[in-house]
């Protein structure tokens, strides 16, 4: 049967009112794909799988909850959603609300969104606020915005979309029979460690997987709150997606990682773009620097034996690499200009 989108598919473990009808853009669904040449690159005698999300409808995993956000919001009457967001987000509420028919209000931090977002968000008719600050300031404006106009905040403070994200969990014991033993992926927000660590719980209670695995988070050096223990007023990183200085589901990441017995860490810049770089050109998956963050943090891992050998560990790429083409082409060499000629090409390609 074909795949109908996430609520379809799990409805019976998403907590939303019976009966509400789905906004869906059939998100979902999205590979699990084995990354052999990674793992021998980065010296790990274990099995590493890539959760490429990227492949979602509007190429990030925050499809997940937005789809149940929307279809709640809508059974309710709204005609308006709100958020604020380091550009995921947005694209994500944007084409859902299109999707619905209702308004999409974002507030985006300005020059601090990657352009493929923006691109997506402007694209989707949604009303665009680019605030003077980061993040955190627009956050702070949208719980305020709320506070006073008709519109449904669909941040991850919405615990509606927690319960989206979760199915991406059940997705990855689904094609595993199992819950890997560790999971490594980027944190921002906060919320999608949350939702992975519900969803493991959840088919752990159920006896649908023997196991759970550890949780294995990362910030970015220059966005590290969590790691820090103490909220960033001015967070730096090229990563612009999880550029983000007091989360929103920070008690939900520490529960995660004390409850599974992980860890939530940090990696620079510098590694962030080497795993970047590395993930697309050894195995083909380009997925953007935020998500490199998962492959950063189990490299070093893998460097500091947190590891066991012979272990699975799942890494999921939150978005797609395409999402922020100006990193891409900045951290890559130029191409070689050559004129229309069979010579100069094969100078250039340097092959003999
Ligand atoms: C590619 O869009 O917070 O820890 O406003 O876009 O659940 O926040 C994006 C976050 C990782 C972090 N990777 O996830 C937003 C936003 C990518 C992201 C994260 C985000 P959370």
Redesign the pocket.
């Given at each position: 049967m074909a795949w109908r989108g996430v609520i379809e598919e799990y409805r019976e473990r998403i907590e939303l009112d019976a009966g509400v009808e789905a906004i869906t853009l059939l998100e979902g669904n999205t590979p699990l794909i084995e990354a052999p040449r990674l793992a021998a690159t980065i010296g790990f005698d274990g099995r590493i799988f890539l959760k490429y999300e990227g492949l979602n409808p509007t190429c990030?995993?925050?499809d997940r909850g937005m789809t149940v956000a929307l279809s709640a919001a809508v059974a309710r009457g709204a005609k308006a959603v709100i958020?604020?967001?380091?550009?995921?987000?947005?694209a994500a509420a944007a084409a859902y609300a299109a999707r619905a028919g209702i308004r999409a209000f974002v507030i985006v931090p300005e020059g601090n969104i990657a352009l493929g977002k923006l691109s997506q968000a402007v694209m989707h008719g949604a009303r665009v606020l680019a605030v003077r600050g980061n993040?955190d300031d627009a956050f702070r404006v949208v719980t305020g915005v709320a506070e006073q106009a008709q519109v449904t905040v669909v941040n991850?403070i919405n615990p509606l979309r927690i319960q989206g994200q979760k199915t991406a969990a059940f997705e990855v014991c689904d094609v595993l029979g199992r819950a890997p033993d560790y999971h490594f992926l980027?944190?921002?927000?906060?919320?999608?460690?949350t939702a992975y660590w519900l969803g493991y719980k959840e088919y752990e209670a159920d006896g649908v997987s023997d196991r759970l695995p550890k949780m294995m988070g990362f910030q970015a050096a220059g966005a590290a709150p969590i790691v820090i223990g103490q909220q960033v007023d001015d967070p730096q990183t090229i990563a612009s997606?999880?550029r983000?200085g007091n989360?929103v589901?920070w008690k939900g990441a520490a529960a995660a990682r004390d409850e599974s017995g992980g860890i939530i860490d940090s990696v620079t810049d510098r590694q962030i773009i080497e795993a970047y770089q590395q993930l697309a050109a050894c195995e083909g998956v380009f997925a953007?620097p935020?998500?490199a963050a998962s492959i950063a943090g189990i490299k070093k891992a893998v460097s500091e034996s947190r590891v066991e050998p012979g272990s699975t560990a799942v890494c999921t790429l939150?978005?797609h690499g395409l999402?922020d083409p100006t990193n891409a082409i900045e951290v890559c060499p130029e191409p070689t200009k050559i004129g229309p000629s069979v010579e100069e090409a094969l100078q250039a390609m340097g092959l003999d």
């Open positions: 990030s995993f925050k958020c604020a967001s380091t550009g995921n987000t947005s993040f991850s980027p944190v921002g927000n906060a919320g999608n460690i997606a999880i983000i989360p589901s953007e935020a998500s939150t978005g999402k």
